[in-house]
C-alpha cells in the first residue's frame, strides 16, 4: 500500500534563506512522486513530479527535489525563500497499479517571515 | 491551455439539501478524481472514474453518489447534506503524461 509522511505540519523560514520541505514515503514498487502547492483558498498547482527518470527533478518558482530510494525520501527545497512561497505544500505519491490513484501527505505550512 | 473546470465555485446549502457539483476534465482526459478537503485537512479521496466506469472508491458517504458522463465530465452528487460536508471538493483529471491536473475547487458551505 501506498503511503506518505510530511514530518513537518508547519515550517517557518525568514526569506531569503533556505527551504526544506520533508516528505517520506511507502510503496511496494518504485513510485511516481510529486509536490503540489496550495496557496489560501486556491486549487492545487503542481510544483514538480518524479516518475524514474532523473533523481533530482527541477520544479517551477525554484523549487527542486531529490528522490533518494534508500531512504524512501522526497524532499522539497529551495535555495531563497520569498515571500510569495508561503503556503501549504503537499507531498502526493500516485499507485500506477490503481489507476493512478494519489495518496497525500497531510501537508506543510510553510510560513515566510520578512 | 485548458484547465480543469469545477462548477459551481461556491455554493451554500442548506442542512438536509441536495447539491450537484461537476467537473469538467482536460480535453482527452479519461480519468477522473474526487477529493474532499476539509477546512486544515488534506485532501481526502472520494472516489474516481475510468472511462467513463468507477474505478475505485474512497470514504465517499453512501449519500453521495458519481458518474461519467460520455464526454467525460463528471458530477458528484451529494443528498441529505450535512454541517460536516462543509470543504473544498476537488476534481482531477488524469491523462497519459503522469501527471494530475486540479481544478480550483468547489467550496460548498452547509448551513
Known amino acids: 500500500a501506498q503511503s506518505v509522511t510530511q514530518l513537518d505540519s508547519h515550517v517557518s523560514v525568514s526569506e531569503g534563506t533556505p527551504v526544506l520541505l520533508r516528505c517520506n514515503y511507502s510503496s511496494s514498487y518504485s513510485p511516481s512522486l510529486f509536490w503540489y502547492v496550495q496557496h489560501p483558498n486556491k486549487g492545487l498547482q503542481l510544483l514538480l513530479k518524479?516518475?524514474?527518470?532523473?533523481?533530482l527533478v527541477k520544479g517551477i518558482n525554484g523549487f527542486e527535489a531529490e528522490f533518494k530510494k534508500s531512504e524512501t525520501s522526497f524532499h522539497l527545497t529551495k535555495p531563497s525563500a520569498h515571500m510569495s512561497d508561503a503556503a501549504e505544500y503537499f507531498c502526493?505519491?500516485?499507485?500506477?497499479?490503481?489507476?493512478?490513484?494519489?495518496?497525500f501527505g497531510s501537508g506543510t505550512k510553510l510560513n515566510v517571515k520578512p | 491551455a485548458a484547465g480543469v473546470i469545477q462548477s459551481p465555485r461556491h455554493l451554500i446549502k442548506e442542512k438536509r439539501e441536495t447539491a450537484t457539483l461537476k467537473c469538467y476534465p482536460i480535453p482527452r482526459h479519461d480519468t477522473v478524481y474526487w477529493y474532499q478537503q476539509g477546512p486544515g485537512q488534506d485532501p481526502q479521496f472520494l472516489i474516481s472514474f475510468y472511462e467513463k466506469m468507477q474505478s475505485d472508491k474512497g470514504s465517499i458517504p453512501d449519500r453521495f453518489s458519481a458518474q461519467q458522463f460520455s464526454d467525460y465530465h463528471s458530477e458528484l452528487n451529494m443528498s441529505s447534506l450535512e454541517l460536516g460536508d462543509s470543504a473544498l471538493y476537488f476534481c482531477?483529471?488524469?491523462?497519459?503524461?503522469?501527471?494530475?491536473?486540479f481544478g480550483q475547487g468547489t467550496r460548498l458551505t452547509v448551513v
Open positions: 502526493v505519491v500516485s499507485d500506477r497499479d490503481n489507476f493512478n490513484k494519489f495518496y
Open positions: 482531477a483529471s488524469w491523462g497519459s503524461n503522469t501527471e494530475a491536473f
Open positions: 518524479y516518475t524514474s527518470a532523473a533523481t
